[in-house]
């Protein structure tokens, strides 16, 4: 059985090109960037090459490109660093939907006596302005919002909280790990201080991301040894990783105005087919402001674990919710945060694209999607009665 891969927003295959131009540095040239001899000076040059590419796609200058491990690293590096640089405040603004990855950063600085503002959303998913203007202070080191939802796909203003955050002084650090590749990104024009990605989310391998830091921003490193990235990520170099991420840059770049209109079309081609299909379900988050790859669907009266048993068993890879919170069976904590209801809730999926998915791959999802929903609601007492469906959740969840 081949497999349908709808579960892009947790990662996406590697692009043959990009394995083709990392298999050099895997094999035959292996040297430490960092070595004076003419054979290290190769990787060094390869390494300068992908900064090059990675700055094109950020609309950066290449100085401000730092390579990490992944994007957790660079959310953790990009908070800890506007701290350090500003001890005297103690103070950071985020949401109450972004990746753990901030979050558990935040919840952690609690206990070391920093405050922090969880800014709430509604039910569409999106911040209130006011909100995050009333929360700011002369004590607010740092504002950390992401770009995009990773979830529903809901796309923030983030120039326009930009503004606000630069207004009062604090540093601006933006999670985009969903957001480059498929949205145009000018950092050169940008209120942003700091910015993450991700190179698995772009067709690089897994392993390997980076951090935007604006010319000029302070910033104390996460990791402390070598001189390696300008002194600010300590430890030898990834060089087959970042060659990856170099040329998965380049090829965003070049796919990203054809792909996503592609990617949009199809995804609206599934989200209304099914709609139309399927009585009793409904799009989660902001549908007018949100990412051309990701829909989030959801199913009254039915688990979301169950459909994705089902839809598994059809060879159909989606989600209901981060993968970085797979191992919970709590409901996503970014669904709850928009006050979804309870019947809708653990019914939940996410359906997230990329440049390869097909036609057809979306019309057999199409085709068995509401033989699942039927089959799961035939199996449930409750369908179309929110009370007794309710109760029979809280009796779930007493035990």
Known sequence: MSVIYLDNNATTKVDPQVLEAMMPYLTEYYANPSSMHTFGGQLAKAVRTAREQLAALLGADESEIVFTSCGTEGDNAAIRAALLAQPEKRHIITTQVEHPAVLNVCKQLETQGYSVTYLSVNSQGQLDLDELEASLTGNTALVSIMYANNETGTVFPIEQIGLRVKERGALFHVDAVQAVGKLPLNMKTSTVDMLTMSGHKIHAPKGIGALYVRRGVRFRPLLIGGHQERGRRAGTENVPGIVGLGKAAELELLHLEEATKRERQLRDRLEQTLLAKIPDCEVNGDVKNRLPNTTNIGFKYIEGEAILLLLNKHGICASSGSACTSGSLEPSHVLRA??????????????????YTTDAEIDRVIEVMPEIVERLRALSPFKNDDAGWLQSQSLVNSH
């Open 338 to 355: 928009m006050g979804l209801p309870y019947t809708t809730l653990h019914g939940s999926i996410r359906f997230s694209l990329c440049r």
